[in-house]
């Protein structure tokens, strides 16, 4: 009975040692490698893992090819990589590179995408491991990197990259990446596209085509010609001493543009934070703008600029050439040709101009429902001025084209006032010298004025006055329809000498039988896309105008 323990002791000790023995048979000690690797060399997963104890050369016409699975502990040292790298992992099992660093020289196999040959690395964690392919053209997929430099032709291909990326030089490809930190592009021509960018993007003397990121920070350029398209911006845009092309993004900051060199185009773009302009040439086009355009140039500069077809909205000024008094200008000057944009809902003004150092040509635009429609200008032709407080304010310019309805002012000032429909506002006309072939209907006043020549208008049904003459001396109101022919009743919609001894006479035969056929019809065109805000705007410009043509009505009475 007492041999049984003895038994039972003796398996249970074979047990134990065979168990050791089996633990001691799996453990792989690791392959130490260091110096030049000058044939073709396989490092495999039964000899993982490697580790380096100086640096690595692959050189004189060698691949080394490392096996998916393989873990390579670099110790501080680096492989450089003289002709090809191999470096295969799996989605299953990946390489793991430790604490080190992989350069791939200008003499590395270039990635050869139509005969799968050349320098590849797939499915590798980079940990504390950089790479350096400023000089060559490796592909590198589907990788986990904490830190990269790409130049020449490398592909950069559905990695994460944690540290972000530098492109150094040349035309690489940077794709479809998940990158955690900054984008630097200091050269080349490299194309940055598909990728979600959780920082800033930078660059600079290059010229990057930037597509299709979306992009958390800012993007800022610096002498450099980049195209951004189809990108998502959570940041600003920032273009300094540079040109380029930056169309069809959706941008939530804002964008500021200081040119220099070739035109700089901002095209297509959905803009929250409006945009800032002080320097170059620029065409601004087809943009949705909330924020308002401000020209501000620097100490002399100047900008040219063509702003065309956008829609502008929700700021204090649609389009500003007057910048703010807090901007240290001298020899400042801004050129403007600002033709077919729709801007709506501004507080101070749709268009602003000024001082006279600045031009603008104002042409073929709808301005609706600001306090200003346009303020200043060189030229203001062809627009769709309505539901504005004053509708066109000017100096002695021409003012010629436009239609102009249901703003409480309609002109404010002018030289040539000609070819205009002026109808459903207070006040038709307050200004202008020469008024020609104008319809002017269905105003409280149709002209407030101290004009010379009055001529070839369709001017009735103004409820007040068709015209409150202003002048000490006689004009010529001659050859106009007054939506009559009877001379008495047309006398009394005029407010003149007879009725003020102070006022000049207004002379008005001989008049038109029949209206002017060659005047602007005073029919209204569609406006901006209904909303709450603007009905609301809407309902109060009406209210205005009733309650000023309640007020004259009693004035009359009294």
Known sequence: MKRVPLALALILALSISTLIGVVNFGA?????VAGIIGSDTTWTKASSPYSLTGNVLVYGGATLTIEAGVTVNFNSYYIMVNDTLRALGSGTDKLQFNDGEITFTEYSSGWNESTGSGCL??????????????????????????????????????????????????????????????VNVMGGSPVISHNTISADFYTAFA????????????????????????????????????????????????????????ELVLSHNEISNGVLVSKGSVTISNNTINGGINFAPLNSMTVYASVANNTITGS????????????????????????????????????????????????????????????GGDTVQNNVIAYNTYGVSVSSIPVEGNTIFNNQYGIIGGSLIKGNAIFDNQYGINGGNEILNNTIINNVVGVTSSFTNLNFNNIYNNTEYNV??????????????????DTEAINQTIYDFKNDFNLGKVNFVPFLNKPNPDVPPPETPPIVPDSP??????????????????YKKKRQQH
């Open 316 to 375: 204090e000024v649609g389009i500003n050439i007057v910048p703010s008094s807090t901007i240290f200008l001298y020899g400042y000057h801004t050129e403007a040709v600002i033709t077919g944009n729709t801007i709506y809902e501004c507080t101070t003004a749709g268009v602003k101009v000024g001082p006279s150092t600045n031009t603008a040509v104002i042409e073929g635009n709808m301005i609706a429902y600001c306090e200003h429609g346009i303020d």
């Open 121 to 182: 690395v797939d499915n590798a964690v980079f940990n504390s491991t950089s790479v350096d392919a400023s000089m060559a053209s490796p592909k590198i997929s589907s990788s986990s990197i904490e830190g990269i430099t790409v130049g020449n032709s490398t592909i950069l291909l559905q990695n994460t990259l944690s540290n972000g990326v530098i492109v150094d030089n040349g035309v690489p490809t940077v794709s479809y990446n998940t990158i955690s930190d900054t």
């Open 207 to 262: 010229s990057p085509v930037v597509s299709q990121n979306t992009i958390s920070g800012w993007v800022h350029t610096w002498e450099s010609s980049p195209v951004i398209s189809h990108n998502t911006i959570s940041g600003e845009v920032e273009v300094i001493d540079g040109s380029g092309l930056i169309s069809d993004n959706v941008i939530s900051g804002e964008v500021n543009l200081r040119a220099e060199g070739p």
């Open 28 to 32: 792989v000690s690791a392959t130490d």
């Open 533 to 550: 805000t603007l009905l609301l705007t809407s309902i109060l410009m009406t209210a205005t105008l009733a309650a000023g043509l309640l």
């Open 468 to 485: 409150d003459y202003l002048s000490a001396s006689n004009a010529n109101a001659t050859y106009n329809w007054w939506g009559t022919t």
